[in-house]
């Protein structure tokens, strides 16, 4: 059963960039597809990004391209997910979670990272 950990959250200002990190044990990370999301107190979960297990195809949400970048390192047994020139709606706490393969059902998430974007 494969147990997945974020981390790379902070406290950030507006502009900047952070790399967040999606460790996964337990399993071969290449057995499974990867999405982020993020969600905000009182909002709806909001899908970001997901790669498949090879790495060779991702997918991002249409409102969120250009600036969020996904990729993976097998040997690693970790994703990652870029995020450039942050802003403040940007807060929220960002999750991964593996799927079978993207737009499958996610049957295992991390605990989150809180991304706090201020001046």
């Known amino acids: 059963q494969v147990q997945l950990v974020e981390s790379g959250g902070g406290l950030v200002q507006p502009g900047d960039s952070l790399r967040l990190s999606c460790a996964a044990s337990?399993?071969?990370?290449?057995?499974?597809?990867i999405g982020w999301f993020r969600q905000v107190p009182g909002k709806k979960r909001e899908g970001i990004s997901c790669?498949?297990?090879?790495?060779?195809?991702?997918y991002y949400t249409d409102s969120l391209k250009g600036r969020f970048t996904i990729s993976r390192d097998n040997a690693k047994n970790t994703v990652y997910l870029q995020i450039n020139s942050l802003k403040p709606e940007d807060t929220a706490v960002y999750y991964c979670?593996?799927?079978?393969?993207?737009?499958?059902?996610?049957?295992?998430w991390g605990q989150g990272t809180q991304v706090t974007v201020s001046s």
């Open positions: 979670a593996a799927q079978d393969a993207c737009g499958d059902y996610e049957f295992a």
């Open positions: 337990g399993s071969t990370s290449d057995d499974y597809a």
């Open positions: 790669i498949s297990n090879s790495g060779y195809s991702t």
